[in-house]
């Protein structure tokens, strides 16, 4: 004797959200009859959904206090801003803030303060030897005496929590910073970590 099959359950479909882009949402009422139309569609619904909403969200995404960070690391490489794996975060959406104000500033003294404090996170104690060098005609010899070398003295105070002593940081630090001064300046670079303002100081109720 052959027993009765058992019914397939179906599942109910999900309510429309009022004013969502559900394909469902604008089936023409002569296509509703049943739920057939509703049930086909549903499929394309769970489909194109993420879809949908990334586009819904596009302006979130280019934005560079709301965007992933993966994202943010994608529009750095679109302005060719290279930086190394110990710039955090907040650093990197700084970055992309600062935009043309950045670049702009590229190459000067006020452009590596801008990138040492707002994209590293730390402080900057610049020496350099200044000057300008002009000639009335390009590229002539002789004409004008030589320029003296021009130098800078960089030190550079890493924020808390960035230790220059874990693998490779102050490197990559020191190889930011001579990427952002001019390729005729000879650099040197020093890179140690900042002084813990909580240490030194006396305990409370005692004084010296």
């Known amino acids: 004797m052959e027993g009765t099959p058992s019914a397939v359950p179906v599942l109910p479909l999900s309510p429309l959200v009022p004013g969502s ?12 009859q ?30 560079p206090s709301t965007s992933p960070d993966d994202f943010v690391a994608w529009m750095l490489e679109w302005t060719n801003t290279s930086l190394p794996a110990c710039v955090g975060s907040t650093g990197r959406r700084n970055a992309l803030l600062l935009g043309h104000r950045l670049h702009g500033l590229r190459g000067t003294a006020a452009g590596l303060e801008l990138l040492i404090r707002h994209v590293l996170g730390g402080r900057v104690d610049l020496t350099e030897s200044g000057g300008t060098h002009i000639s ?12 003296a070398e021009s130098w800078a003295h960089v030190r550079v105070l890493l924020p808390h929590g960035m230790s220059a002593g874990r693998t490779n940081v102050a490197d990559d630090v020191e190889d930011l910073v001579q990427e952002w001064i001019p390729a005729h300046v000879s650099a040197t670079v020093i890179v140690e970590d900042q002084e813990d303002p909580l240490l030194g100081q006396s305990p409370v109720g005692e004084r010296y």
């Open 21 to 32: 882009r559900s394909l469902r949402a604008i089936l023409p009422e002569s296509y509703r």
């Open 34 to 63: 049943g739920d057939f139309a509703d049930r086909f569609l549903a499929g394309f619904d769970d489909v194109l959904s993420p879809l949908i909403t990334v586009l819904d969200c596009l302006d979130a995404y280019f934005s």
């Open 136 to 147: 009335p005609q390009p590229g002539a010899a002789g004409t004008t005496a030589t320029p």
